[in-house]
């Protein structure tokens, strides 16, 4: 959005917290539960660190080159917002499987794509 002008819209204040990670993290963990994982149980996959949606907001615009305050608008919460999911994946750590991808790796990573599929032109 921000390489197209446009800005990108928060719901209410943006200090709701999610957890993060790379595509191939995740891809990982599954590889891990279907190669070690037993039949009929239940593994959560999650990241180990949360960030507040507002914080995410922050970094894609400096990975972007544009100033925060310009390019992040507030717009109303939405009625049940929850402020913070969190996984417990211990039974999935338990089986061996880490997050190797960095927050700042993988935002990178992600944008540098992004950048790079938008630019392609349209078929």
Request: with cysteine; net charge neutral.
């Amino acid at each position: 959005l921000t390489k197209l002008g446009q800005k990108i819209a928060l719901h209410g204040d943006g200090l709701t917290t999610r957890s993060y990670m790379h595509v191939e993290d995740a891809a990982f963990a599954f590889d891990v539960i279907l190669h070690k994982g037993e039949t009929e149980h239940i593994y959560n996959i999650g990241a180990h660190e949360e960030r507040t949606i507002l914080s995410v907001a922050q970094d894609i615009c400096r990975l972007q080159g544009c100033d925060p305050s310009a390019f992040i608008t507030h717009v109303r919460d939405r009625a049940f917002n929850d402020r913070r999911y969190f996984i417990d994946c211990s039974k999935l750590l338990a089986l061996g499987w880490r997050q190797n991808k960095s927050w700042n790796e993988g935002l990178a990573e992600t944008v540098q794509w992004y950048s790079t599929v938008s630019a392609r032109p349209s078929f």
